[in-house]
């Protein structure tokens, strides 16, 4: 279908919307209560594990063999003043372990015979390790807390597997639930100062979350398909709330600047569904390919992140083009009810803001000075990028002293190189090497500990016959820092080979987080080139059909790119630095987690695509009604400003209220997300688009010969001009 089809497609059905708002509100109730039907119908079926590679092929082998050792949960023992063989911190250990008796765990600790590893350099900690071979870690949990109240003079706490990572889980739950119920009141309180309306406000908060809705429940089916991971939830609503918002503001704006023109409401609306309604197919058809190619990275958490927002994006452009018509004609100029005199707004509704028409008109005076000075202070912001360092998650994405279970974890990873994570080496013979495969074994961890790859204690595990077996050695380094990077890579090309790799018939396979990480960010690198010409060639080529011309689509890529190098620019300085470590309230481990560049890079350019077309639509409008291209600019920049900052202002006090939390992932990402806003806000909206289009004057519609061919989608011609 042709863009002029869908176009008049996309008109047709805003009239019948408008014509009929009762027959479509409820066809758009009657999707979004039968979509939830169908994820209460089916559930949502969780990622269980987002491996690649080498790593997702050990815990295959895991899996299938039954390798898996117990886990550990872990009493941690403390004097700055007693020493482990003073009498007071004896009888802690030994009450300990003595409450543990009577469970269902293999103990471990420095009252055993060689039980010196259990003890810290300089003797002032101690551990006491409890395998979980059938006790609850609850139970276990609670008797070693028990015990700290009886020994004054030792501080006794408990961590381990199970407690550390529900502890970990929990308060990631907390801070998201926290986040996702202050951004509806948050995105209101913006919309009232834009708008002066309770009414107005409301309205794009309602489309949002009826998308958002609508898109969790169509997860349900997809995720059968699909996998879906945890962390999906969180983006669904916040890439939902913010093009949603977009969306209807973008209606509700133009409907009531064409009212306030003199137009009669329902020809207000007609021609809000001819322009607007085109704007939003384009926009949201921009952002769905950028998300789009997260598929080419082939891994099943950028699968599960880029199936989500393309289904939620989807589902706001198509409430933004067949219900919101139809609600602001049963509104009529009821959309203004509830105004608020002494809130002062945003006057989205005004064409010709006093401050924009000065900033504006200030640039178009001097373009080359404000191309020069706005370009200059991006590539500033952008330079510190190239020094962008990227790890996995570790249990440091959370701030550790408000959680007792990660804070003791980190004091024991601290004192005990053999607590770090850890590679889970597996392998499988044939049955007649089973005895070669135990040799070869033996040898591997003694040159894994030999070398400085690892640490003792490792822990060993075999299947019945001997024909699988397993080592999870303590990793050198922190197990996010190039040096266990490097063990992992030293262990697949060096070592393996050289011993169990060498047995005829052998599969080996190296996992674990650290080895996780490896594979995760050699898929990424790998398919990065991939997504970058998806996304800037299929965007060209969008860009170029709908506004007929070379220039704006190649402008338009190198000022959205520019908008993601500075935002890429501030998170390195922001969190791989520790300047701002007090005011964030973060610990840097010196990187970026490894999966945020590419993802924010999708976003963003789809975010920022999409205030680029709205705002590029009512300059090309002024363009097709005669304007000059300087008028038109001052047009098309003036009569949007209100709406971009509004929008803006949502997504970024959003987005800052998820760089709030606690962990360090979401951190990052909020920081980005509000970072690229502002600056795409700022400097690429207010400042390099309007003199860039300055200095390019007509060259701005240059179209080759070539492809005059091409559909023609322009809208309607705007009213007669007003004064800029």
């Given at each position: ?12 059905l ?20 039968i ?16 491996a ?10 895991l ?115 926290r ?17 002066g309306?309770?009414?107005?406000a ?31 939830r ?7 709330m ?40 384009v ?47 049963l ?11 002494l ?6 509704d ?5 401050f ?23 590539v ?24 007792p ?18 590679a ?56 996010n ?61 969008l ?47 010196g ?72 962990s ?61």
């Open positions: 279908m042709s863009n002029t089809r869908r176009t008049r497609s996309v008109a047709t805003g009239r019948w919307s408008a014509r009929r708002p009762k027959r479509a509100i409820a066809a758009w109730l009657a999707f979004v209560v979509a939830v039907g169908a994820v209460v119908a089916t559930g949502i079926q969780s990622l269980q594990n987002g690649v590679g080498e790593s997702a092929r050990g815990y295959r082998l899996d299938a063999n039954g390798l898996w050792p117990p886990p550990d949960e872990i009493a941690y023992f403390h004097s700055n003043t007693l020493q482990v063989g003073d009498a007071p911190f004896r009888a802690a250990i030994k009450d300990v372990v003595q409450r543990l008796s009577d469970e269902q765990v293999e103990l471990r600790s420095p009252l055993d015979p060689g039980g010196r590893q259990f003890v810290a350099r300089g003797g002032h900690s101690a551990v006491v390790v409890a395998a979980l071979t059938g006790a609850d870690a609850r139970t276990v949990r609670d008797l070693i807390l028990a015990a700290a109240g009886a020994h004054p003079g030792i501080t006794i706490q408990e961590t381990g597997d199970i407690t550390a990572s529900d502890a970990h889980d929990k308060a990631v739950n907390n801070d998201l639930q986040a996702e119920i202050l951004s509806v009141p948050v995105t209101l309180l913006v919309l009232l100062f834009a708008f309306a309770v009414v107005a409301i309205v794009p908060v309602v489309l949002a979350l009826t998308a958002v809705a609508a898109a969790f429940g169509l997860l349900g089916p997809i995720s059968q398909s699909i996998p879906i991971d945890d962390s999906v969180t983006v669904v609503l916040l890439i939902g913010a093009v949603g918002v977009d969306y209807a503001l973008f209606y509700v704006m133009r409907s009531r600047e064409e009212r306030r023109r003199g137009r009669p409401p329902h020809e207000a609306l007609e021609r809000t569904v001819k322009t607007s309604g085109r704007t939003v197919i926009s949201g058809t921009t952002v769905i390919i950028a998300m789009a190619a997260m598929f080419l990275i082939h891994t099943k958490v950028f699968n599960s992140l880029a199936v989500a927002t393309i289904a939620v994006v989807a589902c706001a452009v198509a409430g933004s083009v067949t219900v919101l018509p139809g609600l602001l004609a509104l009529g100029t009821k959309i203004d009810r509830g105004r608020i005199p809130l002062p707004h945003l006057h989205t005004q064409t010709h803001s006093r924009w028409t000065t900033v504006i008109g200030a640039v178009l005076r001097r373009p080359v000075v404000s191309c020069v000075a706005a370009t200059g202070l991006l500033a912001l952008a330079i510190p990028a190239l020094g962008l360092k990227v790890s996995a998650p570790s249990d440091n994405t959370l701030s550790p002293q408000s959680i279970a990660l804070r003791a974890l980190d004091e024991v990873r601290r004192d005990f190189p053999g607590a770090a994570e850890n889970k080496i597996v392998a499988t013979v044939p049955p007649p090497r089973a005895d070669e495969l135990r040799k070869q074994g033996r040898r591997l961890e003694q040159l894994a500990i030999n070398s400085g790859l690892g640490h003792r204690p490792v822990i060993e595990t075999a299947n019945g016959d001997g024909t699988a077996a397993a080592l999870f050695l303590p990793l050198t380094g922190a197990g820092n190039k040096a266990s990077r490097h063990a992992i890579l030293a262990l697949r090309q060096d070592l393996i080979p050289k011993t169990i790799g060498s047995i005829p018939g052998a599969q080996t396979a190296v996992t674990g987080l650290v080895a996780e990480d490896v594979d995760f960010t050699h898929a990424l690198k790998h398919g990065l080139p991939y997504v970058l010409v998806f996304v800037l060639f299929l965007a060209f080529v860009l170029l059909v709908a506004f007929r011309s070379i220039v704006v689509p190649l402008k338009a890529i190198v000022l959205n790119l520019l908008s993601v190098s500075a935002a890429y620019g501030v998170l390195v300085l922001v969190f791989q630095h520790h300047w701002a470590e007090s005011l964030l309230g973060f610990t840097s481990n990187s970026i987690i490894s999966w945020l560049p590419l993802f924010l890079f999708v976003v963003l350019f789809g975010l920022s695509m999409d205030y680029h077309v709205f705002i590029l639509s009512r300059v090309r409008e002024g363009v097709d009604s005669g304007m000059s291209s300087d008028d038109a600019v001052r047009y098309g920049i003036t009569a949007t400003a209100g709406v971009v900052t509004s929008a803006a202002l949502v997504m970024f006090a959003v987005f800052s209220i998820f760089g709030s939390l606690s360090l992932d979401v951190k990052e990402a909020g920081v980005g997300l509000a970072a690229a806003v502002l600056i795409d806000a700022t400097i690429i909206r207010a400042v390099l688009l309007p003199a860039s289009m300055k200095l390019l004057g007509d060259w701005n519609w240059y179209l080759p010969r070539a492809l005059q061919g091409l559909p023609r989608t322009e809208a309607e011609a705007p009213p007669a001009r007003d004064p800029v």
